[in-house]
């Protein structure tokens, strides 16, 4: 047997002393699996039980309509863009279905379907760092994924919104290009599988599903040259990867495809990448770095995330405390691996590194105000740097694990375990109430809940398949609007809106309101009401989050 054998097979022995190790190794990948995922699971009961009469507004409200149309099958885009056009792809609003038509079908099971895809993708990091015959390495991944919780405002987990949804699917990207360097094909299709989902949620991340992937695909051929790899146990990973990627891909292309000229959104976004419309200048390469550093620096050092508007106009000391040592651990990193001769640990320092770049590159590429959501995902790097320290250690302690005596390899072995344990219990433990704590401060938006009740009697919640048309008379009332035309679509409501609107709705939404069975009107109060097609009724003037709205219904014929 070989040195490099050994490695792989670090509990090989005798026959009858080879399913003892396995079967541990087993049990504790679940309760690792179970502990990664438990916080989320305790915050989505938080919402469930205590916020059941939770009413989003603004971009949670649209969110919400596109998970209701995507649990009909006809969700094609991905998230709106202020710019006009949608992200590319609508795979987390399918992400959560599941969980919002089994949980409710109202806002409370939204963000407890949110909460489910952070499960998920928690659990599939915690698969994917696990290796056979390893006890370590599971256990204290969920350790690091539930410091991260904690470490990074609760907001972001609980609150429903595009950028969020990148961050622990940023860790599985990067644990998932280290994995590659075993050399299997299937790691490099899921590899292709995450950065879809990433880069369809937020096209922002397609530097960093470009530089990632190209090292998934040098880890995976240096893996496949350093030893043989035999594909046959991975061959149904493949094709089920395989068949998940097209399938996520389909909506967007038949979009496209079908899509009347010039409203395509491929061929949209692919128009105002490539040509000057995002107006106003870039930042400089020093304004990038900074931005980045301050981005990093929210896990280790617990600096606030500050206005949505990043004022790079100065040098903070994030580009020192942030970005540098970052730069430094995963050049330590990479010194390390080498000397333990730990590929996996390497190249996941490599993907770090690489995402780290990508991140400078993003901010670079934006026109106009940088927003620090646009590379939230950045925050996530220290985690997973963390993450490949744990892939080196396991590697390390496996090369070392035959030195010493028997009873002394004992007892450190039960210090080691029972230290993890309780690692893991505390870790997990803070990240559950860190979560459940921000359940209460999820956005209320009592404008939703006024107009509601208005329209209680006159336009029914149940639509049973009927077209209702919203105006959205004064254009900031549209959070407000949105959060309506959300709860009645739910109902069974179909949702019509007017071409002002395309932006907000989609073009597919765009109809007239004379066609609609049923028309709600929302305009700030004391403002004429718009002129259409339909006779309307005043019912009532709400007050709401911004400011007073007047509700007006109609009806056809």
């Keep these: 047997m070989t040195a490099t054998e050994q490695v792989r097979q670090p509990d090989a022995g005798p026959a009858d002393a080879v399913p003892a190790p396995r079967r541990r190794g087993g049990a504790v990948l679940g309760l690792s699996v179970l502990a990664a995922v438990l916080p989320f699971v305790a915050a989505a009961v938080r919402v469930l039980t205590g916020r059941g009469d939770l009413q989003f507004a603004g971009d949670q409200a649209l969110i919400g309509l596109a998970v209701d149309e995507a649990s009909r099958a006809a969700q094609f885009l991905g998230p709106y863009s202020r710019y006009g056009w949608a992200h590319p792809g609508p795979s987390w609003f399918y992400a959560m279905v599941p969980g919002w038509e089994g949980l409710g079908r109202d806002d409370a099971a939204l963000v407890a379907a949110s909460l489910s895809v952070h499960a998920a993708l928690a659990a599939g990091v915690v698969l994917v760092v696990h290796r056979r015959g390893s006890l370590l390495r599971a256990p204290l991944t969920a350790a690091v994924l539930a410091v991260l919780v904690i470490r990074l405002p609760a907001s972001f987990f609980v609150d429903v919104w595009n950028p969020f949804a990148l961050l622990l699917s940023t860790v599985l990207l990067l644990a998932l290009a280290g994995r590659a360097a075993r050399g299997r094909w299937s790691t490099l299709v899921w590899v292709a599988v995450v950065g879809s989902f990433l880069v369809q949620t937020h096209v922002g991340t397609v530097p960093l599903v470009g530089l990632v992937g190209l090292v998934a695909v040098a880890a995976t051929l240096s893996g496949r040259r350093r030893r043989a790899v035999a594909d046959r146990a991975g061959r149904a990973g493949l094709v089920v990867a395989a068949v998940v990627l097209v399938a996520m891909w389909v909506p967007p ?9 010039g409203t395509g959104n491929l061929a949209q976004l692919a128009d105002f990448f490539t040509s000057s419309e995002g107006g106003g200048t870039s930042p400089t390469w020093g304004q990038s770095l900074d931005a980045v550093g301050r981005v990093l620096g929210m896990a280790p050092f617990g600096w606030g995330t500050g206005p949505l508007e990043m ?4 040098r903070s000391p994030a580009l020192v405390g942030g970005l540098v040592l970052q730069v430094l651990a995963v050049l330590v990193l990479l010194g390390l691996a080498r000397r333990v001769r730990s590929a996996e640990a390497g190249w996941s320092a490599v993907a770090v590194g690489a995402a780290l770049v990508a991140g400078v590159a993003s901010v670079h590429t934006v026109t106009g105000q940088v927003y620090w959501y646009l590379v939230v995902w950045v925050a996530v790097l220290p985690a997973a740097t963390v993450l490949s320290a744990v892939v080196l250690a396991e590697d390390a302690l496996v090369r070392t694990r035959s030195a010493g005596e028997p009873h002394r390899r004992t007892v450190l072995a039960g210090v080691a375990a029972a230290a993890t344990v309780l690692l893991v219990a505390g870790s997990v433990a803070g990240a559950g109430w860190s979560l459940v704590r921000a359940v209460p401060g999820l956005p209320d938006s009592g404008g939703v809940h006024g107009v509601l009740a208005d329209l209680a009697g006159r336009v029914p919640l149940d639509g049973d398949g009927r077209t209702v048309h919203v105006e959205i008379a004064t254009h900031e009332l549209w959070p407000v609007a949105t959060g309506v035309a959300g709860e009645l679509a739910a109902g069974g409501w179909t949702i019509q809106v007017s ?26 109060s004391g403002q004429p009401a718009p002129t259409l097609d339909v006779p309307l009724q005043a019912v009532g003037t709400v007050p709401s989050e911004l400011g007073p709205v007047d509700v007006l219904v109609g009806a056809r014929g």
């Design 253 to 261: 292309v038949v979009q496209q495809l079908t899509a009347a000229a």
């Design 499 to 524: 071409a002002d609107s395309a932006d907000l709705f989609g073009a597919d939404r765009v109809g007239d309101p004379a066609d609609a069975d049923a028309v709600v009107v929302v305009v700030a």
């Design 311 to 314: 004022d790079l106009s100065y």
